[in-house]
């Protein structure tokens, strides 16, 4: 079983401002995954981070507001950009076939 | 993309009662996993069970898929306070690691 790293685990940030999720894993994945629990629901993803490529968006989520780095097979990360109240949600990154996820970050925006 | 549906959506029983969690989906899977989640943290990866599995058992925890009905159970035996918590169940589909995550279930154990 993989074990994930991610900080911070909780941010209060003002709108307009951008905020750098990091996910760091023990071991080397091929793809990483970002997702985002907004309050009381369940998880939607927002982009597959292959290492080497760039990552992979699903319908509602653009390269603009969620861009993603993945400079190694152990490591992404994730920016929240121009944030607006509507982004506070937790954001979660996982890894592994058999997903393994770390605690999350809570981001609630003011 | 498909999303499993989970019923019920919140479910309460006594401690040391048996819980039973409901996972429906519509499209082929290439496994299913189920994940605990406790107030907002992190999730707690339960179970995975493959496509051609029929049952998995790991502790109190029981999974069953039922490929044909297109859904899968979760049962919790011998409830314990600590077991309050939302579970969901996430599908994978064939050549994709990538998980849709259904809608969960809110499980409170009464002491």
């Known amino acids: 079983s993989a074990v994930i790293s991610q900080k911070p685990s909780r941010d209060i940030c003002q709108r307009g401002t951008s905020l750098t999720i990091q996910c760091q894993v023990d071991?080397?994945?091929?793809?990483m995954f970002w997702y985002r629990q907004q309050p009381g629901q369940s998880l939607t993803l927002i982009a597959t981070?292959?290492?080497?490529?760039?990552?992979?968006?699903e319908s509602g989520f653009v390269i603009d507001k969620f861009p993603i780095s993945r400079p190694n097979l152990t490591f992404s990360t994730l920016t929240v950009s121009n944030m607006s109240p509507e982004d506070s949600s937790i954001y979660l990154c996982?890894?592994?076939?058999?997903?393994?996820f770390g605690q999350g970050t809570r981001l609630t925006v003011v | 993309s498909q999303q499993g549906e989970e019923d019920p959506q919140a479910l309460s029983i006594q401690e040391g009662e048996n819980a039973t969690m409901n996972c429906s989906y519509k499209?082929?899977?290439?496994?299913l996993q189920w994940y605990r989640q406790n107030s907002g943290r992190g999730l707690v990866h339960l179970i995975l069970?493959?496509?051609?599995?029929r049952e998995k058992h790991s502790g109190r925890l029981r999974v069953t898929l039922d490929t044909s009905k297109k859904s899968s159970s979760l049962l919790i035996t011998a409830s314990r306070a600590a077991d309050t918590a939302s579970y969901f169940c996430?599908?994978?589909?064939?050549?994709?690691?990538?998980?849709?995550f259904g809608t969960g279930t809110r499980l409170t154990i009464i002491p």
């Open positions: 981070a292959n290492q080497g490529s760039e990552a992979t968006y």
């Open positions: 499209t082929s899977i290439n496994n």
């Open positions: 996982s890894a592994g076939t058999e997903a393994f």
């Open positions: 996430a599908l994978s589909n064939f050549g994709n690691e990538k998980l849709t």
């Open positions: 069970i493959r496509s051609n599995e």
């Open positions: 071991s080397q994945v091929t793809m």
